[in-house]
């Protein structure tokens, strides 16, 4: 019966307070991140770019692999599909840009095109002439559009 209803964690009988924290957390952690399963009553399949347990899940054949946000550098629009880039791989997602920016945690990823995000931290360099900027291996065109924020979240004013 729990199964038809799709909970975020089941505690069954007998608990102890270490289980029951532990289901909380863990119902807390499937509730911040979104819709993580596949719509349906009676579905158990993680849905493609499920963001659970500090990365994104990603099918490759019949596995789900977990690409941690640490690893994640950018992430590229392409017409109906997304590019989850690392410095090694690249991970293909049928979803968009703003789906999946809508579920990362908040202010992890920063949008700097209307085609691309990038993870924050990952920025190592700026180029204000070519209006570009370095994460990892990959040069990311700034759009006009995000040039601004972009600046200012970096408290800098170049122009």
Same mark, same amino acid.
């Given at each position: 019966?729990?199964?038809?209803?799709?909970? #975020?964690?089941?505690?069954?009988?007998? /608990?102890?307070?270490? &289980?029951?924290? $532990?289901?909380?957390?863990?119902?807390?952690?499937? #509730?911040?991140?979104?819709?993580?399963?596949?719509?349906?009553?009676?579905?158990? =399949? !993680?849905?493609?770019?499920?963001? *659970? *347990?500090?990365?994104?899940? @990603?099918? =490759?054949? $019949?596995? /789900?692999?977990?690409?941690?946000?640490?690893? &994640?550098? @950018?992430? =590229?629009?392409?017409?109906? /599909? !997304?590019? *989850?880039?690392?410095?090694?791989?690249? $991970?293909? !997602? %049928? *979803?968009?840009?703003? =789906?999946?920016?809508?579920?990362?945690?908040?202010?992890?990823?920063?949008? @700097? $095109?209307?085609? #691309?995000?990038?993870?924050?931290?990952?920025?190592?360099?700026?180029?204000?002439?070519?209006?570009?900027?370095?994460?990892? %291996?990959?040069?990311?065109?700034?759009? %006009?559009? /995000?040039?601004?924020?972009?600046?200012? %979240?970096?408290?800098?004013?170049?122009?």
């Amino acid at each position: 019966r729990a199964r038809a209803v799709g909970p #975020f964690a089941f505690l069954g009988k007998p /608990y102890s307070g270490r &289980l029951l924290v $532990h289901s909380i957390e863990l119902a807390l952690q499937h #509730f911040a991140s979104g819709p993580a399963l596949s719509p349906g009553p009676a579905s158990a =399949e !993680l849905a493609e770019g499920a963001v *659970l *347990l500090g990365g994104v899940f @990603v099918r =490759e054949q $019949h596995l /789900y692999l977990k690409i941690p946000f640490a690893e &994640l550098e @950018v992430l =590229e629009a392409d017409g109906n /599909y !997304l590019h *989850l880039r690392t410095a090694s791989r690249k $991970h293909t !997602l %049928r *979803l968009s840009l703003g =789906e999946m920016l809508a579920r990362l945690p908040a202010g992890t990823f920063w949008q @700097v $095109h209307r085609g #691309f995000a990038v993870r924050a931290a990952t920025i190592s360099a700026i180029d204000a002439r070519a209006n570009t900027i370095q994460v990892g %291996r990959h040069t990311v065109t700034v759009g %006009r559009r /995000y040039r601004a924020e972009l600046l200012e %979240r970096l408290g800098g004013n170049t122009r």
